[in-house]
């Protein structure tokens, strides 16, 4: 079952990152909830406004609870946006979302865990990989 929430949560990125917001939204359970970078919370799915994002799962619980940190590149860059860093908490029950949220990682006073977190990520951008 852990293969099929990281399935999920690649399939959600792949939406994004293609900017389809018709293929993310078919990931979510009828009354899912969604809470975006900037708190905002919605029953539908909105796809964020250019960049790429590559995620690095951290943590899989009970086989329906996924956490995983997250970067963007936007576009016309090659490198991570740090203002941009996130974590991520999915919650699939029977194969669908019922809840995203995208936590800001602004990791105030530690910047060891903010080079942490793009160290991780980096290497995602050499292989061409959304999901490592």
Do not use: C
């Amino acid at each position: 079952m852990s293969a099929e929430i990281t399935a999920v949560y690649g399939r959600l990125l792949d939406a994004w990152n293609a900017g389809d917001a018709e293929a993310a939204a078919v990931l979510f359970a009828d009354g899912g909830l969604l809470i975006g970078f900037d708190g905002g919370q919605t029953g539908g799915v909105e796809v964020p406004a250019g960049g790429s994002y590559v995620a690095k799962v951290r943590r899989i619980r009970d086989d329906r609870l996924l956490y995983a940190i997250v970067g963007v590149v936007p576009p016309g860059s090659y490198d991570l946006d740090p203002a941009l860093n996130a974590v991520h908490t999915v919650v699939v029950e029977d194969g669908k979302i019922v809840l995203f949220q995208s936590t800001p990682a602004k990791y105030m006073a530690r910047p060891d865990l903010a080079a942490s977190h793009n160290a991780e990520l980096t290497p995602l951008l050499l292989t061409g990989d959304t999901l490592g």
